[in-house]
């Protein structure tokens, strides 16, 4: 009996070195992000949270902390924040967080887990850049942003021909995290070929199976969406672009 609990408290204890090791790989990547996406003017000033999974059952993220100013974004200031697990929220089932381990984590956490758990996502990453946010405000009327016809299209994971039609949705945006991780669920849910969605007037959250393709899709989006905006803005100034119906949601 005393063989199996020691051989139990062993096991456990290589566990956690080892996601302590994870944690550390996760949390030197993610300040390095921080730093260049700050440097490519995506997340200037404290905007933006980056996130990768360190562990699921129950869900657990490396995250940017509240207030943290990307430009000088080290490994020791990502927190690790873990999912209280499904709570009901009326009859919608919704993430909480462990409160002990959150108290500086991004206010955006939720919505993190959210994508992380939606998507079975490895890494979420979500940037203010000038056209995201300026795109976003365009084209919320139309709740999203169609994107076809472009070479770097194929940059998002599964995409092989510059063909194909990416629908960015645009969600409301909101300080009740609660609420908007509620609308970010249920947009998943509609557009699950999505790789993305706009906050608007705020910003883009994409994500990927792991931080390299996550990046990845954050730069292959903001390319995109400068290439839309500085298009459009050529042709119509000041006023909101139509869509092509067949690229209506
Ligand atoms: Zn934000």
Not at 4 to 20: F, M
Not at 26 to 38: D, Q, T, V
Not at 150 to 159: D, I, N, P, S
Not at 171 to 178: C, T, V
């Given at each position: 009996m005393r063989s199996h609990t020691t051989a139990r408290r062993a096991a456990r204890s290589s566990a956690d070195s080892a996601e302590r090791r994870t944690f550390r790989q996760l949390a030197a990547s993610l300040a390095a992000i921080g730093r260049e996406f700050h440097s490519r003017g995506w997340a200037l000033g404290t905007s933006g949270n980056f996130s990768a999974v360190v562990?699921?059952?129950p869900l657990r993220l490396a995250i940017t902390p509240t207030g943290a100013d990307k430009s000088i974004l080290t490994p020791a200031a990502i927190l690790k924040v873990e999912a209280g697990g499904a709570a009901h929220n009326g009859s919608r089932r919704s993430l909480r967080l462990q409160k002990k381990s959150s108290e500086t984590a991004s206010a955006e956490t939720l919505l993190h887990l959210t994508v992380a758990q939606a998507c079975g996502a490895g890494a979420v990453l979500h940037t203010h850049s000038i056209w995201g946010t300026v795109l976003s405000s365009q084209y919320a009327s139309q709740g999203g942003i169609a994107i076809a016809g472009y070479e770097m299209l194929k940059g998002l994971a599964g995409v092989r021909t510059h063909e194909h039609r990416e629908w960015l949705p645009i969600l409301e945006n909101s300080q009740d995290m609660a609420a908007l991780a509620d609308s970010v669920r249920r947009a998943l849910e509609k557009h699950?070929?999505?790789?993305g969605f706009l906050l608007r007037g705020h910003g883009l959250y994409t994500w990927g199976r792991d931080l390299v393709e996550a990046k990845r899709h954050v730069e292959i989006l903001e390319f995109l969406l400068e290439v839309v905006g500085r298009r459009f803005s050529e042709v119509s100034v000041g006023s909101v672009p139509s869509v092509p119906s067949e690229f209506s949601a």
């Amino acid at each position: 009996m005393r063989s199996h609990t020691t051989a139990r408290r062993a096991a456990r204890s290589s566990a956690d070195s080892a996601e302590r090791r994870t944690f550390r790989q996760l949390a030197a990547s993610l300040a390095a992000i921080g730093r260049e996406f700050h440097s490519r003017g995506w997340a200037l000033g404290t905007s933006g949270n980056f996130s990768a999974v360190v562990g699921r059952n129950p869900l657990r993220l490396a995250i940017t902390p509240t207030g943290a100013d990307k430009s000088i974004l080290t490994p020791a200031a990502i927190l690790k924040v873990e999912a209280g697990g499904a709570a009901h929220n009326g009859s919608r089932r919704s993430l909480r967080l462990q409160k002990k381990s959150s108290e500086t984590a991004s206010a955006e956490t939720l919505l993190h887990l959210t994508v992380a758990q939606a998507c079975g996502a490895g890494a979420v990453l979500h940037t203010h850049s000038i056209w995201g946010t300026v795109l976003s405000s365009q084209y919320a009327s139309q709740g999203g942003i169609a994107i076809a016809g472009y070479e770097m299209l194929k940059g998002l994971a599964g995409v092989r021909t510059h063909e194909h039609r990416e629908w960015l949705p645009i969600l409301e945006n909101s300080q009740d995290m609660a609420a908007l991780a509620d609308s970010v669920r249920r947009a998943l849910e509609k557009h699950p070929a999505s790789h993305g969605f706009l906050l608007r007037g705020h910003g883009l959250y994409t994500w990927g199976r792991d931080l390299v393709e996550a990046k990845r899709h954050v730069e292959i989006l903001e390319f995109l969406l400068e290439v839309v905006g500085r298009r459009f803005s050529e042709v119509s100034v000041g006023s909101v672009p139509s869509v092509p119906s067949e690229f209506s949601a």
